[in-house]
């Protein structure tokens, strides 16, 4: 769920410099539902076997959102950077705006790194222990 609402940030990061003046609760409902909806079905998934195709799916959706988040720290950074060259704003304001944005990515990055790392340890055991054949949940 974390790695989803920090996708949720990035996205809103670009969202609020693209569009200012847009009231961010309606933003935040899409959110909140998106994230919560996508948790509880990977969730859920994860009851089914290791060999199955369902967890094969599990795999595939985590390690999208896993990717999708990555990409999106550079993506993010480079938008807001690029939108605030524009005249109209200060070198100072803008150089304290772009600095506070990479700090954020950077620390929702480093972050979610641990949990990426146990996701692959959890989904994929035999990159780790090449001892273990099995599942976390079926060992």
Known sequence: MTICYSTCICLDLISTLAYPFQPKEDRMIRYNTVSTTI?????FLFIF???????????????????FFILMVPVSIIYAHCKLKRPGLSQEVRSIIVRRHIYTMVFYLVFN???????????????????????????
């Open 113 to 139: 790194s641990y949990q990426i790392m146990n996701f692959t340890i959890l989904l994929y055991p035999g990159l780790i222990d090449p001892g273990n054949d099995g599942n976390a949940f079926n060992p």
């Open 49 to 67: 076997d290791h060999e199955s195709d369902v967890f094969r799916l599990i795999r595939i959706i985590v390690w999208a959102m896993m990717t």
């Open 39 to 43: 948790s509880i079905i990977v969730s």
